[in-house]
């Protein structure tokens, strides 16, 4: 559910918890505002036009602080009149944050906490059953394990290795070392010193 408000001689579009800067309110930080210059507000499909204002809609929001905007230069400037007058502006506003749309009794805020519990709730009845699920499949496998232990023979073969290396490997390490003496070392040969020119 959204709404159109006017304040400030400008229009807003709103919703629950959107944080907008309006023209400056007598107001402080901190308090409950109500702004019931509700141009439109829609939910949906249905919408309510007001002419001009929307009866039954009141807007609620927070005041979150009071503060200024972003500095706006104003230049002015003559060609050959040497002419050149540069002012600087930051305007007063008013920080708030939505907190309800109502209409004829209907509260935006509300339909969002109930959707929020319901997801909420959704979320934990499907942690639960993938919870249960988890159980269920580790008591199978605790059982296959059983089983298929009871099963194989209880001394195996070991396998044949796959790779060149791994047989390699597993030869070494089944035949000691040869009984022919390796052969010696050849010494290294020297290099012939440089020739000076």
Same mark, same amino acid.
């Given at each position: 559910?959204?709404?159109?408000?006017?304040?400030?001689?400008?229009?807003?579009?709103?919703?629950?918890?959107?944080?907008?800067?309006?023209?400056?309110?007598?107001?402080?930080?901190?308090?409950?505002?109500?702004?019931?210059?509700?141009?439109?507000?829609?939910?949906?499909?249905?919408?309510?036009?007001?002419?001009? =204002? =929307?009866?039954? @809609?009141?807007?609620?929001?927070?005041?979150?602080?009071?503060?200024? !905007?972003?500095?706006?230069?104003?230049?002015?400037?003559?060609?050959?009149?040497?002419?050149? =007058?540069?002012?600087?502006?930051?305007?007063?506003?008013? =920080?708030?944050?939505?907190?309800?749309?109502?209409?004829?009794?209907?509260?935006?805020?509300?339909?969002?906490?109930?959707?929020?519990?319901?997801?909420?709730?959704?979320?934990?009845?499907?942690?639960?059953?993938? !919870?249960?699920? @988890?159980?269920?499949?580790?008591?199978?496998?605790?059982?296959?394990?059983?089983?298929?232990?009871?099963?194989?023979?209880?001394?195996?073969?070991?396998?044949?290795?796959?790779?060149?290396?791994?047989?390699?490997? @597993?030869?070494?390490?089944?035949?000691?070392?040869?009984?022919?003496?390796?052969?010696?070392?050849?010494?290294?040969? @020297?290099?012939?010193?440089?020739?000076?020119?």
């Amino acid at each position: 559910m959204y709404a159109v408000i006017e304040t400030g001689g400008k229009q807003y579009r709103v919703e629950v918890g959107t944080e907008l800067a309006v023209e400056l309110l007598d107001v402080e930080a901190g308090e409950e505002i109500t702004l019931d210059r509700v141009l439109l507000v829609a939910d949906g499909d249905e919408a309510a036009i007001g002419r001009p =204002v =929307v009866d039954g @809609a009141v807007v609620s929001a927070t005041v979150l602080r009071n503060d200024r !905007a972003a500095k706006v230069i104003s230049f002015k400037y003559k060609p050959k009149a040497r002419r050149r =007058v540069k002012k600087g502006h930051r305007q007063e506003q008013t =920080v708030l944050r939505i907190t309800d749309v109502t209409l004829n009794g209907r509260s935006a805020a509300e339909e969002a906490r109930r959707a929020a519990e319901a997801k909420r709730t959704e979320r934990q009845r499907l942690e639960e059953a993938a !919870a249960a699920q @988890a159980a269920a499949d580790a008591a199978l496998a605790a059982t296959l394990a059983a089983k298929t232990a009871a099963e194989a023979p209880e001394a195996e073969a070991p396998k044949k290795p796959r790779t060149r290396a791994a047989r390699a490997e @597993a030869s070494a390490v089944e035949a000691p070392a040869a009984e022919a003496p390796a052969a010696p070392a050849r010494p290294k040969r @020297a290099r012939a010193p440089k020739k000076e020119d």
